[in-house]
């Protein structure tokens, strides 16, 4: 049996025998070098980073192209620090499930420091404070998910929580976008240094937003005082702090039960799955699917190493990576993947890979892809967009060894929507040849995300929605209506409270002309039990 904390050099045969390949580089050189010379710093130590982003550092370590480690910033969960991260010395073993029904495992040993940075932890809030202070540091990357990055409420006002770290000293900072301001500040405070702050969260136009939310709270603190109006200029000044866009694809969810299990019969120890307080589901492992792209706009102001050695990595113009992040977010991965969410959910599917054995969810996630996101979707260049959803609908979803959920999927919808949908139907409403009117499987799957708030599935039986930060309001919205309800006038007075909320959709729906077809489905798939079911039948 082999653990992830032995001597992989030493050890080398016992992990050969369980069939791990394991790093061509010395961890603890390489941690020392990220003491001295810090270069990376990743936020958000989630199973994406884990089985993405620290490859792509070992790919490049194993080369000799990068000489430390990534330090790892978790804001979140403290658990997946102190429980996940430090108990084996930052060390992780990725597994690749392949659709063959083989496995291929590395141990990951890339990630030189981990930091729980939170104002409630002292000595991480120094220790990365400090870090920002060395001008070796040449880039930052993200994946803390869409929600990280909020700081406007349903309403489009400034939260109470980006309101007092406006207010307050940079030091005292509670969002995610305070806390990186901060280090930003004491950036700029040690030589205004230069620095790539690089957005790989999965959505259209990362790098915009997350420069747009840095900028919040620095425009506020310099109005108040706090900061030299300078300190604005400094990262506005794409010569000194970028903000690439970017474009990242890999299937990664939640590890396995099921490939802990055929870990531990190969002789691997470390298979405890932790699920933390917090919710953050994490274990030793990380199960990921074959296919990975990670496309970044290539703006690195203080260097950068060789990324695009790494596999799965381009780096290319701004131009490129929005047409292939639109390509993938708005029209040919994921709105098919949050259609398979809310739907899966309604019908009492519990993986991905089930609901594509499921002719009439093929049919809609073909229609959608096909019909509606690709005519208005323009060709990146680098992926070919019908060879990706071809190999989506055909290789990737109906792989049953990604043990993936649409209850995972589901979270956060109200976050999802306006990029995954509205950006097509800008594409309609933009477009002189083309109609909203002629739209059908986005206006039926809106429909079927307020089904879904009802928290009732297909067969009359309750079930527990997945965490969203809108769902309490928009719940309490929908709580007039209930299943078999066809009243035209109940229905369309909810809905409209819904329905013409931009933060949400991207439009007022009604003011488009898509509302009316979005309650007429709605009141199909709210008529009784089995109406769901009919209705994707009939579709």
């Given at each position: 049996m082999v653990h992830i904390k032995d001597d992989y050099v030493q050890a080398a045969d016992q992990f050969e025998q369980a069939g791990i390949v394991v790093p061509e580089y010395n961890q603890a050189e390489i941690t020392k070098n990220t003491e001295e010379n810090p270069i990376w710093v990743h936020f958000g130590g989630g199973n994406l980073f884990r089985c993405f982003h620290a490859q792509v550092a070992q790919d490049l370590l194993n080369k000799g192209e990068l000489k430390s480690g990534v330090i790892v910033a978790e804001t979140y969960d403290e658990q997946v620090i102190d429980d996940m991260y430090h108990p084996y010395d930052n060390r992780m073993l990725k597994v690749v499930m392949k659709s063959d029904d083989t496995y291929e495992q590395t141990l990951i040993a890339s990630v030189a420091d981990s930091i729980y940075?939170?104002?409630?932890?002292?000595?991480?809030?120094?220790?990365?404070?400090?870090?920002?202070?060395?001008?070796?540091?040449?880039?930052?990357?993200?994946?803390?998910?869409?929600?990280?990055?909020?700081?406007t409420d349903i309403d489009g006002n400034l939260t109470a929580q980006a309101q007092?770290?406006?207010?307050?000293?940079?030091?005292?900072?509670?969002?995610?976008?305070?806390?990186?301001?901060?280090?930003?500040?004491?950036?700029?405070?040690?030589?205004?240094?230069?620095?790539?702050?690089?957005?790989?969260?999965?959505f259209s136009e990362n790098g915009q937003r997350f420069e747009k939310e840095i900028l919040t709270i620095a425009k506020g603190w310099a109005a108040k005082g706090t900061v030299p109006e300078d300190f604005v200029n400094y990262l506005q000044d794409p010569k000194r702090v970028s903000f690439p866009w970017s474009m990242i694809d890999r299937i990664t969810p939640n590890?396995?039960?099921?490939?802990?299990?055929?870990?531990?019969?190969?002789?691997?120890?470390?298979?405890?799955?932790?699920?933390?307080?917090?919710?953050?589901?994490?274990?030793?492992?990380?199960?990921?699917?074959?296919?990975?792209?990670?496309?970044?706009?290539?703006?690195?102001?203080?260097?950068?190493p060789k990324l695009e050695d790494a596999t799965g990595v381009i780096l290319t113009d701004r131009d490129t990576v929005n047409d292939a992040d639109q390509m993938k977010v708005t029209a040919c991965l994921n709105p098919l993947h949050t259609a398979l969410a809310i739907f899966g959910c309604l019908l009492g599917y519990d993986a991905i890979s089930a609901e594509l054995q499921n002719p009439d969810l093929v049919k809609l996630i073909k229609g959608l892809g096909?019909?509606?996101?690709?005519?208005?979707?323009?060709?990146?260049?680098?992926?070919?967009?019908?060879?990706?959803?071809?190999?989506?609908?055909?290789?990737?979803?109906?792989?049953?060894?990604?043990p993936d959920t649409p209850q995972r999927i589901a979270s956060d919808t109200s976050q999802k929507i306006p990029i995954r949908y509205g950006v097509?139907?800008?594409?309609?409403?933009?477009?002189?040849?083309?109609?909203?009117?002629?739209?059908?499987?986005?206006?039926?799957?809106?429909?079927?995300?307020?089904?879904?708030?009802?928290?009732?599935?297909?067969?009359?039986?309750?079930?527990?929605?997945?965490?969203?930060?809108?769902?309490?309001?928009?719940?309490?919205?929908?709580?007039?209506?209930?299943?078999?309800?066809?009243?035209?006038?109940?229905?369309?007075?909810?809905?409209?409270?819904?329905?013409?909320?931009?933060?949400?959709?991207?439009?007022?729906?009604?003011?488009?002309?898509?509302?009316?077809?979005?309650?007429?489905?709605?009141?199909?798939?709210?008529?009784?039990?089995?109406?769901?079911?009919?209705?994707?039948?009939?579709?």
């Open positions: 940075y939170n104002k409630a932890n002292s000595a991480g809030w120094l220790k990365l404070k400090a870090i920002f202070e060395k001008p070796s540091l040449q880039f930052v990357t993200m994946s803390i998910t869409e929600k990280g990055y909020t700081l007092a770290d406006i207010q307050a000293d940079p030091d005292d900072a509670v969002t995610n976008m305070g806390a990186i301001a901060r280090l930003l500040l004491a950036r700029y405070n040690a030589g205004q240094y230069p620095i790539a702050m690089v957005s790989t969260d999965n590890p396995s039960e099921k490939v802990a299990a055929i870990l531990k019969e190969k002789g691997f120890e470390d298979t405890q799955i932790l699920h933390t307080a917090k919710h953050t589901n994490i274990a030793p492992f990380g199960n990921t699917e074959e296919t990975h792209y990670l496309v970044i706009e290539d703006s690195f102001p203080n260097g950068r096909f019909d509606e996101d690709l005519p208005v979707v323009k060709d990146p260049k680098i992926i070919n967009p019908t060879d990706f959803i071809n190999e989506l609908i055909n290789k990737r979803l109906p792989n049953k060894n990604i097509t139907i800008q594409h309609y409403l933009d477009n002189p040849d083309k109609s909203v009117q002629d739209l059908k499987y986005i206006p039926f799957i809106l429909a079927g995300w307020c089904r879904y708030l009802l928290a009732v599935d297909d067969k009359g039986n309750a079930f527990t929605p997945s965490p969203d930060p809108l769902l309490a309001n928009v719940q309490k919205i929908m709580a007039p209506i209930t299943l078999g309800t066809q009243d035209d006038i109940l229905i369309h007075e909810t809905l409209q409270k819904i329905l013409t909320n931009k933060q949400i959709f991207a439009h007022d729906l009604y003011e488009i002309g898509l509302g009316e077809a979005v309650e007429a489905n709605f009141k199909t798939l709210i008529a009784g039990p089995g109406a769901i079911a009919k209705a994707l039948a009939t579709l």
